[in-house]
């Protein structure tokens, strides 16, 4: 059985100028110990998908799914106490920005504890061994004394730390990484992912990776999803997206890479990812894209099979005669 | 945290001889002077008028006199009051408590029933909780406190009658002043009905007083909560799967009280200034009102001392909220 399995999940917020689709027909199954990316740019619906997924979304948004199970229990419409015991327990997340996603009024050990407590009923001498086994798990050094620390007084390299200790507290199955690393250093950010990876391993947990950095793709996750404008277009196993991409924006993604990049200049994608009140006919992407007719600019392209992505295009790139549709 | 203190204390000395400046020259800018105001209509005769002037030092240039009073005060004496001839700061000790029970009675009333309204409106905001709360403070605090304690009167008291119209306790009761405060000591009178007395007497003028910081904090309340609803770590809080409650009474809360309580300290300021309108319309016999007739009778000592004295609460009270802001907000600790 798969860990996670989300089918058709659609996100709408209601704002000021009528609904706007956020997320629109998000298909994902994670299998127990597995890496999945998710890439595409700032406004692709990434976070608010997995966002949905944890209930962690206001009011104002509204989730729809024909399927969201998590370890075969139905997550849609699942009571708040219910999910309370999942979320942040079997089902942890970390955010994009450690230093503001820690309480400044309360200690980094107040913060842990309150986990173990609430999820593992462990008494107070239990939470505090395991909160410093947690602290050196994250390579924390002098785990004791960081226990008292508050939030400000650590670097955001230790803050995610921090928050990864915290995510793994009740060891999760899945942990959802959202741009876990944006935010720091890059001498940071690789050793925040190499530590994920080794935790991931250690545990056995399934992780979701939220990014719109393709390199760290390709270090780390094994199967990848292409998100834009809401939309899926293109679900691949890492390998094959990067030798054979079906879609002209995971093409375009690639190519932007800075290792990739050949030419005097980096290749960059013009334009900007559309918002609630310039979506265009048709493809989504044709605005942007190198490839795009008349076809596209009319008619909402089909989606491909398995064996192209399932690719949201007209005219999947890689595809051998005869396999288009 | 010594030297923080010590540093905000050595903000207060030149704070001391500002006020000390203004109260001089304020009252002597009045037209009329003690002298001739406790004449009354029927006069008084120039030479008894320079001979009172002599006694009382008021014939002697402004600086001479001013310089007299700051050396006095450095020495602990405030002067004199010209009406009773008793010491400013004695008066000011005896009337004191009753200022304070009321005015702990009106922020005790703000702070308990102003933070959980304005929790609740950023909670369900837009909802006609919030909007009639929302209403009812904007409202509380324009309207001006005699009128709204005016209203209070005609209704409670005057049309049903459940409160008296003024003054502490009810004149059937009488037993020492031990700690001058009337719940209290009517407590320990043991007398039958004392304290029911004393309780109707402070209804009305600590709902009154109590309104304008009560709608100040209120609001504050609401916008520093919906602000830190807002931020990453309580979507954190949440992401660890805590209840609702907890995310917002221990995460939430915390973080929007540091803006509160500043809004806090600075309500003292407004309270004593409420203090003098509400004493002088229940006829509560506390500093506000002992102010209110020095001005009218022109007693320059006691109008300075209680400026002073009054200057003195406030500061210190405020010097009391920095050092608490300290304990809440580990980001201001000393290092």
């Known amino acids: 059985m798969s860990l996670l399995t989300i089918k058709n999940l659609s996100v709408t917020f209601q704002t000021a100028s009528g609904p706007f689709k956020a997320v629109d027909g998000f298909n994902m199954t994670l299998q127990p110990g597995e890496i999945l990316g998710i890439v595409g740019e700032s406004g692709s619906g990434k976070s608010v998908a997995m966002l949905g997924l944890m209930g962690l979304l206001p009011p104002t948004a509204t989730v729809t799914a024909d399927e969201m199970s998590f370890e075969g229990r139905d997550m849609r419409g699942i009571g708040a106490r219910e999910r309370r015991r999942i979320v942040g327990a079997a089902m942890a997340m970390i955010f994009q920005e450690p230093m503001s996603s820690l309480n400044p009024c309360f200690t980094v050990g107040f913060q842990i504890k309150e986990s173990l407590r ?164 048709g493809c989504l992407f044709n605005p942007r894209c190198p490839k795009a007719d008349a076809l596209c600019r009319t008619v909402v392209p089909p989606r491909q099979d398995e064996t192209l992505g399932r690719a949201l295009c007209h005219y999947p790139l890689n595809a051998r005669i005869g396999e288009a549709a | 945290m010594f030297r923080f203190i010590l540093s905000r204390v050595g903000i207060l000395i030149p704070t001391f001889v500002g006020v000390a400046i203004v109260a001089f020259a304020f ?69 004191f408590p009753a200022t304070l029970e009321l005015s702990l009675v009106a922020i005790t009333l703000a702070v308990f029933i102003g933070v959980p309204a304005g929790v609740l409106a950023a909670i369900k905001r837009g909802s006609w909780f919030d909007q009639i709360t929302m209403g009812a403070a904007l409202t509380g605090y324009s309207m001006p406190i005699f009128w ?35 719940l209290i000591d009517s407590l320990i009178s043991g007398q039958e009905g004392a304290f029911r007395s004393a309780v109707s007497h402070l209804v009305l003028p600590g709902i009154v007083l109590a309104t304008i910081p009560l709608a100040v904090i209120a609001r504050q309340t609401r916008s520093a909560m919906l602000e830190v609803l807002g931020e990453d770590y309580v979507r954190t809080a949440r992401a660890k799967g805590l209840p609702a409650f907890r995310v917002v009474s221990v995460h939430a809360l915390r973080n929007a009280l540091i803006p509160v309580v500043t809004t806090i300290g600075l309500q003292v300021g407004v309270l004593m200034a409420g203090a003098i309108l509400t004493e002088t319309i229940f006829s509560w016999p506390g500093i506000g009102k002992w102010m209110v007739d020095s001005v009218f009778r022109r007693d320059y000592p006691v109008v300075q001392g209680g400026l002073l004295l009054i200057a003195m609460v406030v500061m210190v009270v405020n010097l009391a909220v920095d050092v608490l802001y300290g304990f809440i907000n580990p980001r201001v600790r000393a290092r």
């Not at chain 2, 001979?51 to 009073?69: I, S, V």
């Not at chain 2, 004496?77 to 009773?84: H, I, K, L, M, Q």
């Not at chain 2, 009658?161 to 059937?172: E, H, K, N």
Request: some cysteine; overall charge negative; aromatic content about 8%.
């Open chain 2, 27 to 95: 009252i002597r800018l009045l037209p009329g002077d003690p002298i001739l105001l406790m004449s009354g209509e029927r006069g008084i005769s120039p030479e008894r008028y320079a001979e009172l002037q002599t006694l009382l030092g008021y014939d002697r240039p402004l600086p001479l006199q001013f310089w007299d009073y700051l050396t006095g005060l450095l020495q602990g004496d405030f002067g004199n009051s010209v009406v009773t001839r008793r010491p400013v700061l004695e008066e000011f000790m005896t009337l």
């Open chain 2, 148 to 182: 709204w304690g005016l209203l209070l009167i005609i209704f409670f008291s005057g049309y049903l009658g459940w409160t008296p119209v003024s003054g502490r306790i009810s004149l059937l009761y009488y037993f020492p002043q031990t700690t001058g405060f009337m």
């Open chain 1, 118 to 281: 609430i999820h593992m009923k462990l008494d107070r001498k239990a939470r505090h061994r395991r909160a410093i086994e947690l602290l050196e798990a994250v390579g924390l050094p002098e785990p004791e004394r960081r226990l008292k620390a508050y939030p400000h007084q650590l670097s955001g390299g230790m803050s995610q730390r921090v928050m990864i200790a915290m995510a793994t507290a009740c060891r999760p199955k899945l942990l959802i990484a959202d741009e876990p690393t944006t935010a720091l250093d890059v001498t940071i950010q690789a050793q925040i992912l190499d530590l994920l990876v080794d935790l991931q391993k250690d545990h056995g947990m399934a992780m979701i990776l939220i990014t719109h950095d393709m390199g760290v793709v390709a270090e780390t996750a094994q199967r990848v999803i292409v998100q834009y404008a809401g939309q899926q277009v293109e679900a691949q196993g890492v390998e094959t997206l990067f030798t054979e991409p079906h879609h002209p924006y995971t093409a375009a993604l690639l190519s932007a890479m800075p290792e990739r990049a050949t030419g005097d200049r980096l290749p960059t994608i013009p334009g900007v990812v559309p918002g609630q009140g310039d979506r265009p006919n």
